[in-house]
């Protein structure tokens, strides 16, 4: 008959414990914050915290975010460069829809990493395929995409930028 000892099999309970029920209480994340921007480890890309419009003020966004036209966002990308360096840019759609948080109540989107974000529509860079005069965009109301938006119509902007 083969004896464990009483301290050994407490920890093998334990390291059985752990590896079944851990991943359910241990919150991983994908974010780093810090101030105006947030590092996405997956995407390997850098978030501006705040939406366009608004200002990062020590914990939180402060301001008004605001909804320009898409031919608008070149000039804003260009005052992001010359005031913050790098090279800032739209998001793609997969990188916009990766922010997307579905448990997320009246906001689908990490407000702790992401404050004061409106739950409304933001751009993309990208273009609808089969619709070219209409861009996508990412909704953070319902956390759904659409891809008949057109380029004059207002809509929120959240920047980002490839991590060197």
């Known amino acids: 008959m083969c004896r ?3 301290s050994k099999f407490l920890k093998l309970i334990l ?6 029920f851990a991943s359910k209480f241990v919150i991983a994340s ?11 480890l997956k995407n390997k890309i850098e978030w501006m915290t ?4 608004m200002v990062w003020n020590k914990s939180t966004c402060t ?12 000039e804003i990308i260009n005052i992001a460069n010359d005031q913050l360096g790098g090279n800032w840019r739209l998001p ?6 990766s922010l ?13 990493t992401f404050p004061k974000t409106p739950p409304e529509p933001f751009w993309t860079k990208d273009k609808n395929f089969w619709q070219p005069k209409f861009n996508w965009i990412v909704n953070f109301l319902n956390g759904n ?5 057109p380029s004059y119509k207002p809509n929120y902007v959240r920047l980002v930028r490839d991590r060197n």
């Open 100 to 112: 997307i948080c579905a448990e997320c109540v009246n906001v689908k989107i990490n407000l702790k």
């Open 15 to 20: 390291a059985i414990f752990f590896l079944t």
């Open 63 to 74: 301001g008004i975010a605001k909804k320009y036209e898409l031919k608008f966002v070149p």
């Open 92 to 97: 793609s759609r997969n990188e916009l829809e």
């Open 4 to 6: 464990i000892h009483p």
């Open 50 to 53: 705040c939406p366009v419009g």
């Open 145 to 149: 995409t659409f891809g008949r938006y």
């Open 30 to 40: 994908n974010y780093i914050s810090r101030g105006y921007y947030v590092i996405d």
